[in-house]
T-cell receptor, first 109, second 113 residues
Framework: QKEVEQDPGPLSVPEGAIVSLNCTYSNSAFQYFMWYRQYSRKGPELLMYTYSSGNKEDGRFTAQVDKSSKYISLFIRDSQPSDSATYLCAMRQGGKLIFGQGTELSVKP | EAQVTQNPRYLITVTGKKLTVTCSQNMNHEYMSWYRQDPGLGLRQIYYSMNVEVTDKGDVPEGYKVSRKEKRNFPLILESPSPNQTSLYFC????????????FGEGSWLTVV
């Protein structure tokens, strides 16, 4: 069983839709939970990170962590074509950083 | 400008010919790490370094070596590359090991024939 599981998609939505991206994990020792966005095989860029259960909001993005269920989510409101990218969840324990497989998102105008 | 620089960006090499992918950061970060990205597998950590002269294995260290002789540089060494090491490689750095922003390089496309 992989430590971090992420639905690879692809996911296609119309512009303006709410997007929900999810990851599950098995290692309860993970301390930090992150979401990255990656365009066309370029270096991933950090969208959000959190270290506790609950919600964290930044503009159109909301990150949610449920440590009891070992489940994290990223919600994108009012999605835009420019949001089309691959989204990767990642979890950190000390120096180890484990990524999900990535979900490819396409937002259609 | 804060950046992580990898070289070469693109390389085609032959099986068994030793190669080194360099990684340099200009942010005085303590933590550096290497990843490979393959279709359907996401990014997988190869090695990481918490500070100078301190390195540890990630999930897929076989066939790779690293060194951290100075803070800014963290080269990835393939002593005897094989075709299954054909991949996109990323180097990254961060100030520490909390949730700090991790800065990624632009990636190095490596093909072993």
């Amino acid at each position: 069983q992989k430590e971090v599981e992420q639905d690879p998609g692809p996911l296609s939505v119309p512009e303006g839709a709410i997007v929900s991206l999810n990851c599950t994990y098995s290692n309860s020792a993970f301390q930090y939970f992150m979401w990255y966005r990656q365009y066309s095989r370029k270096g991933p860029e950090l969208l959000m990170y959190t270290y506790s259960s609950g919600n964290k909001e930044d503009g159109r993005f909301t990150a949610q962590v449920d440590k009891s269920s070992k489940y994290i989510s990223l919600f994108i409101r009012d999605s835009q074509p420019s949001d089309s990218a691959t989204y990767l969840c990642a979890m950190r324990q000390g120096g180890k950083l484990i990524f999900g497989q990535g979900t490819e998102l396409s937002v259609k105008p | 400008e804060a950046q992580v620089t990898q070289n070469p960006r693109y390389l085609i090499t032959v099986t068994g010919k030793k190669l080194t992918v360099t990684c340099s950061q200009n942010m005085n970060h303590e933590y550096m790490s290497w990843y490979r990205q393959d279709p359907g597998l996401g990014l997988r950590q190869i090695y990481y370094s918490m500070n100078v002269e301190v390195t540890d294995k990630g999930d897929v260290p076989e066939g790779y070596k690293v060194s951290r002789k100075e803070k800014r540089n963290f080269p990835l060494i393939l002593e005897s590359p094989s075709p299954n090491q054909t991949s996109l490689y990323f180097c990254a750095s961060s100030p520490g090991t909390s949730g700090n922003t991790i800065y990624f390089g632009e990636g190095s496309w490596l093909t072993v024939v």
